[in-house]
């Protein structure tokens, strides 16, 4: 009980520690064979090969809004905001006062693991990266809804998005039947940044013009993609070329991942992990700069209330003329090196076995993930329930609390019938759905898949051996 105790108070204290972003179902999967991206001290029951792309792929994205936060009815059909029968206050108490917009992608060009005879487990991986996310003000929107004010603050709106290689080998090691320790080294390869970010922005009317009062910076980190500049040498974002022929890397970085699984009772297990501690720094050959000038004037604004409306193509073209001339960035020829960190990931998580018969297992857990993000962190913790039925299959299913979005759910399955290890796993917020599928308000979806061919099935699977040393 004392031991049951303390494991508890470690896994809540580990709530305090920041904020964080996804909780994964495929977490307390003993039976998945890349388990080890969670936390490197984790380990699969036999050794593996991952099938290229296929072996383990990963999407996500998730927003604060959805499309019934810009749609609205009017006589028996749906209209933009933008729309002058669309009340602004009605449209504006929707929005958050910061409104989130993230997306992710991950796949594995090769990944394998195996035990070396002392029942270490060592991995060998190389993975394709990406992550996108922006943040966008309230203010925004109201200015392109009803720009007949005088003053609009638009500071604090970012966009980011980098793509990333990233070649690994990590090694858990067991100390003793209850402990394993994990750490995983890797290089990264930058392909590809781009950064556009305000700490000010301030719109002011004066006249038929409006007054920008502007402070930031964008920063072009990118062999093959190029954005071209307009005859003020501003860059134009909605103008870019991809060029194949060039496709190389603009930076280099390092990160590590550290973990820990330790069996404190025969039924109890506390595992925790750092992941992605690290940083890319980007070559200055392969940097592009542009400034947010002090002040400027831009001209031609048109006042969506006084617009005529057509189709939707007309109102977002509205959005597009007025939007391009608030993000005025002019390019600089300074060329200079610098460094991001990427996203690091803390997890903690306590499974408790509540059944063990044989091959059949139900188990109890609690998982809790922060994410630190360059702009902002947030937290998320789920539970977790386990069921393996037989020698070859695996199921579970998470439900999220302690959080604004009570509807998020996880499912994960599978399944490693001889020689082959298949998985599928999804953490999503339910939403609902318009009549094109398109979510009507938040949402969040997290799904992973892939398939392995398991490798050296005349041992014995690993197993804790666990010793009840008296204390």
């Known amino acids: 009980m004392k031991k049951t105790l303390i494991a508890v108070i470690l896994f809540f204290t580990s709530l305090l520690c920041g904020n964080a972003q996804y909780a994964y179902s495929l977490y307390f999967m003993n039976e998945m064979s890349q388990r080890h991206e969670y936390n ?43 729309h002058p029968s669309v009340n602004t206050a009605d449209f504006l108490n929707k929005l958050q006062p910061l409104n989130r917009v993230k997306q992710s992608l991950s796949t594995d060009l090769f990944s394998c693991g195996f035990f070396t005879s002392n029942n270490d487990f060592w991995t060998i991986g190389l993975s394709l990266k990406e992550n996108t996310s922006a943040v966008l003000p309230k203010s925004l929107f109201e200015f392109a809804k009803d720009s007949t004010k005088n003053y609009y603050d638009l500071s604090d709106m970012r966009a980011k998005s ?101 069996r404190i009772t025969p039924d109890l297990t506390l595992s925790s992990s750092l992941t992605d501690l690290g940083f890319i720094s980007w070559n200055p050959s392969s940097v592009k700069i542009g400034e947010a000038k002090n002040g400027y004037d831009i001209t031609g604004v048109s006042d969506s209330a006084t617009y005529s409306y057509g189709t939707w193509n007309n109102q977002i073209w509205w959005l597009g003329q007025n939007g391009k001339q608030i993000l005025a960035y002019k390019r600089l020829t300074t060329k200079r090196r610098y460094t991001d960190m990427l996203t690091a990931t803390l997890r903690t998580g306590l499974e408790y076995d509540v059944l063990k018969n044989g091959n059949k297992r139900i188990s109890l857990g609690l998982l809790n993930t922060i994410y630190y993000g360059e702009y902002d962190s947030d937290f998320e913790t789920v539970g977790s329930v386990n069921v393996r039925p037989n020698s070859w299959s695996c199921f579970t299913a998470t439900c999220a609390f302690l959080q604004k979005d ?33 979510p009507k308000n938040a949402f969040t979806f997290n799904v992973q898949t892939g398939i392995a061919i398991s490798l050296f099935l005349n041992k014995s699977p690993y197993r804790y051996k666990y010793k009840d040393y008296p204390y």
């Not at 599978?414 to 339910?430: G, V």
């Open 40 to 82: 490197p001290a984790f380990v699969p029951e036999y050794g593996y090969f991952a099938l290229p792309i296929i072996g383990n792929t990963q999407v996500g994205a998730t927003s604060d809004v959805g499309i019934l936060n810009f749609l609205f009815p009017y006589k028996n059909k749906q209209v933009l905001f933008l």
């Open 162 to 262: 980098v793509c990333w290689l990233e070649a690994s080998l990590g090694c858990s090691k067991e100390i003793n039947d209850r402990l394993r320790v994990g750490l995983k080294v890797k290089l990264l390869t930058g392909m590809s940044e781009e950064i556009i970010k305000y700490s000010k922005l301030d719109l002011t009317r004066v006249g038929d013009q409006w007054h920008v009062n502007a402070s930031g910076q964008t920063s072009i980190a990118s062999n093959f993609l190029s954005y071209k500049v307009d005859s003020t040498d501003h860059f134009t974002f909605q103008d870019y070329t991809f060029n194949k022929h060039n496709i190389k890397p603009a930076g280099f970085g390092a990160a590590i991942d550290l973990g820990f699984s330790y």
């Open 406 to 438: 009570p509807h998020r759910f996880g499912l994960a399955m599978n399944l490693s019938p001889k020689w082959i290890n298949f998985f599928i796993a999804s953490d999503f917020l339910l939403p609902r759905l318009n009549s094109d599928f398109l």
